[in-house]
């Protein structure tokens, strides 16, 4: 049995220990895709993702965990995103290599808040970060991105007009009914401080299907202000 962390510790151990919980009471730990390809069971998996929002070493150092723990998980990249450039020297020769160990790369996106700021056309921008994921990684999935200043919702968007990315050959959106009817979703939270929405440790207790939501720009080794 490992040893359960206070519910607003956000560190690698904490992690860590959620994946070794799983897996002691039995779980299957799988990407998004995975997930779905097994047929979204209700019990007994434990579905990762990560969306990477800013700050990209803080997601290897997450991955470096799986990769001890001998799992895997899903990371929804962005392409317009002012916080780091997912073409950069850096940044995309490990998102390739995580590729290649087996991890699932998706798009994360607000390609109509970026079209709105910049004038254009958000089918425009959208297809062109398309074109640029797909240039790269093999992308079956894709995960809308809220700003918390910023309110505009790609979500409905993408909801509403799902034919159109079926087309640009999507498989799957990341809130898509598959997925949340049949897990409980945990993510981090504020209220007022960040917090866990629910703790993940109490949802693996149920051995119900755990949808575990995080950014890594909140998760650390030793302190918080590691990436300051």
């Known amino acids: ?7 607003n ?3 690698l151990d904490t992690y860590r220990n959620i994946i070794q919980e799983a897996t002691h009471n039995g779980y299957v730990i799988q990407t998004v895709q995975q997930f779905i390809d097994d047929g979204c069971k209700s019990e007994d998996s434990l579905v990762l993702r990560h969306d990477l929002d800013t700050k990209p070493r803080t997601l290897f150092n997450m991955l470096n965990v799986e990769l001890e723990c001998g799992v895997r998980s899903t990371i929804y990249a962005r392409v317009t995103a002012n916080e780091y450039n997912l073409l950069g020297y850096t940044v995309l020769p490990k998102l390739l290599a995580a590729q290649e160990e087996g991890f699932e790369i998706g798009l994360h996106t607000n390609f109509l808040e970026y079209a709105e700021i ?4 958000p089918l425009y921008i959208l297809e062109l970060e398309n074109s640029i994921m797909r240039s790269f990684f093999n992308v079956t999935g894709i995960a809308p991105h809220r700003d918390f200043n910023y309110l505009h919702n790609s979500l409905p968007f993408i909801e509403n007009n799902w034919d159109r990315f079926k087309k640009l050959g ?17 993510n981090e939270n504020f209220s007022p401080h960040l917090c ?3 703790c993940p440790f109490e949802a693996i207790a149920e051995h119900k299907s755990v949808y575990l939501s995080t950014h890594p720009h909140w998760w650390y080794d030793k302190h918080p202000f590691e990436e300051q």
């Open 170 to 186: 999507y498989k799957y959106q990341a809130y898509d009914d598959r997925i949340m009817n049949n897990t409980v979703y945990v």
């Open 118 to 121: 910049n004038g254009h056309d």
């Open 1 to 7: 049995m490992t040893t359960r962390v206070i519910n």
């Open 196 to 198: 866990w929405a629910r």
């Open 9 to 11: 510790v956000f560190s």
